[in-house]
Every structure is written in structure tokens, then in C-alpha cells.
């Protein structure tokens, strides 16, 4: 079985530039987070997808992230325009329903410089 | 405001003794419990887990125990080997909401030498 799957695995961008965070997660995973760390500090919540629906976005930190899940399969987190503050390592885990047990995706490292 | 804290940032152990890493919590709505390990430049692994209606729950070398009351939980690893070498994450859930996320804490790293 396929884990989940990141790409890029590392993003080095300007400020004010835009950069798109994609996530496939496990085929037949119908939850589907995003979740972010910055260095040194906890992994935080930024979202969860049921197939296509937001079922929680009150993580998001601004305006400036917009993530979508198309069909109920892959998903993107886009950051625009990004700042210093959005630099950490993007995280995506999905799972079946019911299920705490996410597997996760090996990760964006996303600097904004 | 972290609603789940771990206060040890590191710990080393020597091969063959046991690890002990500790984990406490703020939101008494908590009831279910996550270990998780990451290597470096991976995503986090799920471990092990634990409900709130359990003390304990054991997985091979590694064991989870919850204390309810203080709100704290602690992940043992007996005997700790070197591949144990990781970060390991803490998480709580509240199974009553239906929000499903999880809540972590800043990990601890764990250094086993031989």
C-alpha cells in the first residue's frame, strides 16, 4: 500500500511569492489533515478534509492559506503571499474514518526568505 | 496555549536499560492518547495508543500508562535500543468532538548508545 505522499519534500521562497503544498493521501483515506510544525515547537492543526468537505479550517493561521481537496482525493495548501513566520515543515497524515491512528506524509520544508 | 506538554526536550539512555518519556495534559475533554516516533526527515509514526477507560496498554517492548487524575501519561521502552533514537511525540484527542484533530506536544528526543 502507498503511504501518503508529499511534494515538494523542501520549498526555499522569497516573501511575497506564492508556493502550492500537495498531499496525496492513502487511496480509500477519507480524512485527510494538514498540520504544520516550526522548528522546535509543537505539531499544530491547521486543518481536516472529510473526502472534499472543510470539516475543520480553524487552524488556518490567516487569509493568506487556502487549501483545497479536489474529488476527495489530493489535496493543496496554498501560501499567498507567504512571510518569514509561514517557514516550518508542512505536514499531511490521512486516515479512514473513526481512526486517531493517521499515518503522515514524510513532510514540505518550506523557508521563506 | 499547549493543552498537552512535554517538559523534557531530550533524554539518553544506554542500550538494554529502559526509556521513560513523559507526557501531561491540560484539557480534562482528552480521551484518547497518541505516542508517536519520527525520524529525521520523515513524517511522524504511530506508536502506540491508549483510551482514558484503560491504565495501561502494552505493545511488545513498548508500554503507555495514563494517569487520569494528574493528567499525565508516560511511554516505556524496556529494553531501549539504538534504532529507538528519535523524537517522540505525544497526542490527545477529544472523541467527543467531531472535529477529530489532534493536539501534540514538542517532542522529546531520545538517544540510545550502545
Known amino acids: 500500500e502507498a503511504g501518503v505522499t508529499q511534494f515538494p519534500s523542501h520549498s526555499v521562497i522569497e516573501k511575497g511569492q506564492t508556493v502550492t503544498l500537495r498531499c496525496d493521501p492513502i487511496?480509500?483515506?477519507?480524512?485527510l489533515y494538514w498540520y504544520r510544525r516550526v522548528m522546535g515547537k509543537e505539531i499544530k492543526f491547521l486543518l481536516h478534509f472529510v473526502k472534499e468537505s472543510k470539516q475543520d479550517e480553524s487552524g488556518m493561521p490567516n487569509n493568506r492559506f487556502l487549501a483545497e481537496r479536489t474529488g476527495g482525493t489530493y489535496s493543496t495548501l496554498k501560501v499567498q503571499p507567504a512571510e518569514l513566520e509561514d517557514s516550518g515543515v508542512y505536514f499531511c497524515?490521512?486516515?479512514?474514518?473513526?481512526?486517531?491512528?493517521?499515518?503522515f506524509g514524510s513532510g514540505t520544508r518550506l523557508t521563506v526568505v | 496555549d499547549q493543552q498537552v506538554k512535554q517538559n523534557s526536550p531530550s533524554l539518553s539512555v544506554q542500550e538494554g536499560r529502559i526509556s521513560i518519556l513523559n507526557c501531561d495534559y491540560t484539557n480534562s475533554m482528552f480521551d484518547y492518547f497518541l505516542w508517536y516516533k519520527k525520524y529525521p526527515a520523515e513524517g511522524p509514526t504511530f506508536l502506540i495508543s491508549i483510551s482514558s477507560i484503560k491504565d495501561k496498554n502494552e505493545d511488545g517492548r513498548f508500554t503507555v500508562f495514563l494517569n487520569k487524575s494528574a493528567k499525565h501519561l508516560s511511554l516505556h521502552i524496556v529494553p531501549s535500543q539504538p534504532g529507538d533514537s528519535a523524537v517522540y511525540f505525544c497526542?490527545?484527542?477529544?472523541?467527543?468532538?467531531?472535529?477529530?484533530?489532534?493536539?501534540f506536544g514538542r517532542g522529546t528526543q531520545l538517544t540510545v548508545w550502545p
Open positions: 487511496s480509500g483515506h477519507d480524512n
Open positions: 497526542a490527545a484527542v477529544d472523541r467527543g468532538s467531531t472535529l477529530g484533530r489532534l493536539y
Open positions: 497524515a490521512s486516515s479512514p474514518l473513526g481512526l486517531y491512528g493517521y499515518t
